[in-house]
């Protein structure tokens, strides 16, 4: 079946308070046309066509931007961590076009299928991408302590993913963890694994997708002090023996 390549409906920007420009709407589309290019030869993301894509990649992505959607002047230094096919970062980037972003990934096919898409976009200017392991790039000074903001969704469990992400922020910056189901229990685990890398739980917010498409919350870490140098642990360790557990 050949893929469909339509705008989303007004409800949907709506839901968010933003309206893209044409040229943002534009990118996101010949974005969506780059992705299926590219998932026939890798497999990146089962969610491309109509709703999965607009809502399962970009609405999602950009929930949590809000305040700076309708900000033309924020600038930040983000970095998405387990990119994959580029969400959310790719999404960022085309939304807020003063921002820069780094995206990681260990996977060297999907990564050059990132290359390729950011140059086809004409986001290379303002978007890196880093073909390694996130535990080398949270202990390489170029990376570490320099980011507003540090993502990561649908990567690892929330106390993996804090280990990922709480190096690389600025002590005024913010990690947030894009996550599905919440509970008493995942925050308690979480807030115990953030001592060892002083950090804690900012906020949470929680939405419900439109169209029926489940829960989403979305965790905001803070820093309390400096992450100790020994975070992230060696390649494996935070997966193989999380924190807080």
Not at 175 to 184: E, F, M, P, V
């Amino acid at each position: 079946m050949q893929p469909s390549y339509e705008q989303p409906n007004d409800a949907l920007w709506a839901a968010m308070h933003w309206i893209p420009s044409s040229k943002q709407l534009e990118q996101f589309l010949t974005l969506q046309k780059l992705l299926n290019h590219f998932d026939k030869q890798i497999n990146l993301t089962r969610l491309l066509q109509g709703e999965d894509y607009w809502i399962g990649q970009v609405f999602d992505s950009l929930w949590p931007f809000q305040r700076e959607l309708n900000d033309s002047s924020k600038s930040l230094n983000c970095i998405d961590v387990g990119t994959g096919c580029g969400f959310p970062g790719l999404a960022v980037a085309i939304a807020l076009p003063k921002t820069k972003l780094t995206l990681v990934d260990a996977t060297s096919k999907k990564t050059m299928a990132l290359s390729k898409i950011t140059t086809e976009l004409d986001l290379d200017s303002r978007v890196k991408i880093l073909t390694e392991r996130i535990e080398v790039t949270g202990q390489n000074r170029q990376y570490r302590g320099t980011f507003d903001l540090a993502m990561a969704r649908a990567v690892a469990e929330a106390p993996v993913a804090a280990e990922y992400l709480m190096p690389l922020i600025k002590p005024n910056g913010e990690a947030l963890l894009y996550i599905g189901k919440w509970s008493q229990f995942d925050n308690k685990v979480l807030t115990k694994a953030l001592k060892p890398l002083k950090g804690k739980i900012k906020t949470i917010q929680t939405l419900e997708l439109p169209g029926h498409r489940g829960t989403r919350h979305l965790i905001h870490l803070e820093a309390i002090s400096t992450c100790p140098d020994n975070y992230p642990r060696p390649i494996g360790l935070p997966k193989k023996r999380p924190l807080g557990v």
